[in-house]
């Protein structure tokens, strides 16, 4: 059964983009192997605000050669007719997470941003953290969660230190039962 896993990139002090959805503070590392990374996944699941930032990549968007059904993106304004080369979901987007993670196959790679991350980790369907979290205070920014109402446990599975400088972490989330 795939898991979901919310794996992204994210400042020392919790932020995953600036204030103006950039995030050009990002490190790159050139030990990190992305190939193989997305090769874990078959699914990807995001929110609009981070569609918009994939597609400022261009031509080097890792996913713009994806079939349109395992690149998802959650808005209640984004239009499918509009965006063909996605799957738009505009409305039960815990239950269409639920389904995939019914299926066989690999896992599903939430990548943002916070609020489609938040409603995720409250419905308990998040079954691991994972944060490349860089050596860079923004002081202000997107959240990597936005509010949640109460404390979600995780367990530390793994943690490597880089020679950038950027710790990876690896969270499991332990359920409330």
């Not at 059964?1 to 050139?30: C, F, H, K, Q």
């Not at 950027?166 to 039962?177: A, D, G, H, R």
Request: hydrophobic share 40%.
């Amino acid at each position: 059964m795939p898991r979901l896993r919310y794996n992204v990139a994210a400042s020392l002090d919790g932020y995953i983009a600036s204030p103006d959805g950039s995030t050009t503070w990002i490190i790159e590392d050139p030990t990190i192997d992305f190939p193989a990374l997305y090769a874990e996944f078959d699914y990807f699941i995001m929110g609009r605000k981070t569609y918009q930032a994939m597609q400022s990549f261009g031509a080097d968007n890792p996913l713009s050669k994806r079939p349109k059904e395992s690149v998802m993106v959650a808005s209640r304004t984004m239009n499918q007719h509009h965006f063909p080369d996605v799957t738009v979901i505009q409305e039960n987007v815990l239950d269409y997470i639920r389904r995939l993670k019914t299926n066989d196959g690999k896992d599903i790679w939430l990548m943002g941003g916070g609020q489609l991350a938040s409603q995720c980790l409250q419905a308990q369907l998040v079954d691991t953290v994972e944060i490349a979290v860089m050596p860079t205070l923004l002081g202000t920014g997107i959240n990597l969660i936005s509010s949640i109402p109460q404390n979600i446990k995780l367990h530390l599975l793994s943690s490597t230190s880089l020679g950038s400088g950027i710790l990876m972490t690896q969270y499991k989330v332990i359920q409330n039962q």
